[in-house]
């Protein structure tokens, strides 16, 4: 029997700290999310993100060379469709609000319960991909020809009306 692997692209988790990298991987597996890649240095998150297309980023704040908070908003500008989730000790009001004013999807305080990792990370997959299909409703609807016209090559139109119907149907 096959399993299949969700989410479709992998959630990457960035930690220093080996112990904490395991308790939400295994959390997020426990929670279905077979698609993991974990990551102790964190300069090395910005090649892995250009080399590989990831669902979601679970991020630490304090890390040694490169903290999350200065990685956080290079990973919003550069990769603005993946979501990150930032995992942390920090337990200060100021600094989840710093992280979401950054373009943090989430702000999770360690150590998390595995049900908040899992729910978390769930989010922020689906936004993920409701901003995909978003897109792609709205290419398709703001388009001019058609993907498949073979589909339709049946009914004979010239008819502007019509091919937008062609286009909804497509969509």
């Known amino acids: ?3 299949s692997l969700f989410p479709s692209l992998p959630v990457l ?7 904490a990298l395991f308790t939400i991987v295994a959390a997020l597996r426990v929670g279905g999310v077979t698609r993991v890649l974990t990551c102790r240095d964190s300069r090395e998150v910005m090649g892995l993100l250009s080399g590989q297309e ?3 980023v679970m991020l630490d704040l304090t890390m040694p060379h490169l903290p999350g908070d200065v990685l956080l908003p290079q990973i919003v500008q550069q990769y603005p469709d993946t979501p ?7 337990n200060d009001v100021d600094t989840a609000v710093q992280c979401m004013r950054l373009g943090a999807f989430d702000y999770m305080v360690k150590p998390c319960e595995s049900q908040r990792i899992i729910s978390g990370v769930k989010r922020a997959i689906e936004l993920r991909e409701l901003r995909a299909a978003y897109a792609s409703l709205k290419e398709g609807m703001l388009s001019h020809e058609l993907k498949h016209p073979e589909a339709f090559s049946a009914i004979l139109t010239n008819s502007p009306k019509m091919l937008a119907v062609f286009r909804f149907a497509e969509t």
């Not at 988790?13 to 112990?19: A, K, S, T």
């Not at 990150?84 to 920090?90: K, P, Q, R, Y």
């Open 84 to 90: 990150v989730v930032v995992v942390t000790g920090a």
């Open 1 to 3: 029997m096959e399993t």
């Open 54 to 56: 990831m669902s979601v």
């Open 13 to 19: 988790v960035v930690d220093d700290e080996e112990g």
